[in-house]
């Protein structure tokens, strides 16, 4: 029989989400930490390096077994928990993230703590069919909700890329 893996979130110490990255590998556990691609200027040249999209956090797909030795990793704080237990993070969300990050460089996670707006679907492009809630675009920037995390993802969109989801 299969144990049920869930994704979790995880906090870790500041500035700790590569090692706490590589101390989850050695372990052999599953984990996921989000890395954006961003362009930062040097004295004398540009260069492209990758940091954690969220600051702090790393997302781990464990068994309920495996919960005791994520808390033991080094530079691991907690799970981020919500209404008293540790926060599930639904599959779909995670794979949004990694869809995100493939299509687009220098994408900025915001917290947010109100959610407004409306269902779209992404009609063209690597995110083509997903769905998600806009909380506004301005010019043709969208900026995604992932309702779970309590974080909103901006990217560059073309507005005629998205089609509101129709209401029964």
């Not at 269902?119 to 995604?144: C, F, H, P, Q, S």
């Amino acid at each position: 029989m299969n144990p049920v893996k869930t994704w979790y979130a995880v906090y870790t110490k500041p500035r700790w989400e590569k090692k706490v990255s590589l101390q989850l590998d050695k372990k052999g556990l599953d984990y996921y930490c989000p890395l954006n691609k961003v362009r930062r200027k040097w004295s004398d040249r540009y260069k492209v390096i990758e940091e954690p999209l969220f600051t702090s956090y790393v997302f781990v797909h464990i068994t309920e077994e495996e919960k005791a030795r994520v808390r033991l990793t080094d530079g691991v704080v907690n799970f981020v928990y919500w209404n008293g237990k540790p926060g599930v993070i639904p599959a779909a969300e995670i794979e949004i993230i990694r869809k995100f990050l493939k299509e687009y460089e220098d994408v900025q996670a915001e917290k947010v703590d109100v959610l407004a707006g409306q269902k779209v679907r992404i009609k063209t492009g690597l995110m083509m069919d997903t769905e998600g809630l806009v909380i506004k675009v301005l010019n043709n920037r969208a900026y995604v909700l992932l309702e779970s995390l309590g974080y909103q993802l901006t990217a560059q969109f073309e507005k005629n890329n998205l089609e509101p989801i129709k209401q029964p």
